[in-house]
């Protein structure tokens, strides 16, 4: 009987390395799929490719790792007008393709935010990952913000911080 209790806390505690589904971040943020063929006809005003560093985990006291639960966070700033995220890849600190968290282009409302999650035992990252976010909009709109909130809590230890996306075009 203990045995199996054990054998079953420990398979409810392990954290599953499942693809997040796009489809929940999209319900989240009140935003919807759109097809490539619709996309495809859209008139493109103006995008951008960001860079968004992301830390998996960390390392303190030498070589001891502290790992990390990470928020991509896109943030439509413009208060009328709309965003296409037509891609959130994931890429590991050699510069892997880890996941795409987007295989569907996702409409972004006014003000709304769009979030993708890292869980901490997710260490595929590495101390170097990084996402590379794509957005467009069919007419001029002021620019989102995209960040990562990193968050770590073990023992009686916090450790919480965010890096800002920088616009590579």
Same mark, same amino acid.
């Given at each position: 009987m203990l045995l199996a209790t054990v054998t079953a806390l420990i398979t409810l505690s392990c954290d599953r390395q499942q693809r997040p589904s796009n489809e929940s971040a999209v319900e989240r943020a009140g935003g919807s799929l759109v097809s490539k063929d619709a996309f495809d006809k859209m008139e493109k005003a103006t995008g951008h490719r960001v860079y968004v560093p992301v830390y998996s985990h960390v390392y303190h006291m030498q070589d001891n790792v502290y790992n990390l639960t990470? @928020? !991509? %966070? =896109?943030?439509? @700033?413009?208060?009328?007008?709309? !965003? +296409? =995220? @037509?891609?959130?890849? +994931?890429?590991? @600190?050699?510069?892997?393709? *880890?996941? $795409?968290? *987007? $295989?569907?282009t996702v409409r972004l409302p006014p003000l709304a935010t769009l979030e993708y999650i890292i869980g901490v035992n997710d260490t595929t990252g590495g101390s170097g990952a990084n996402f590379i976010v794509e957005w467009m909009s069919d007419k001029t709109v002021s620019e989102p913000i995209i960040e990562c909130v990193m968050i770590g809590t073990? %023992?009686?230890q916090g450790v919480s911080f965010i890096s800002v996306g920088k616009n590579l075009y």
């Open positions: 990470n @928020t !991509l %966070s =896109i943030r439509n @700033t413009d208060d009328a007008g709309e !965003l +296409y =995220i @037509t891609a959130a890849k +994931y890429y590991d @600190t050699k510069g892997k393709l *880890v996941r $795409d968290y *987007v $295989d569907q073990q %023992s009686q």
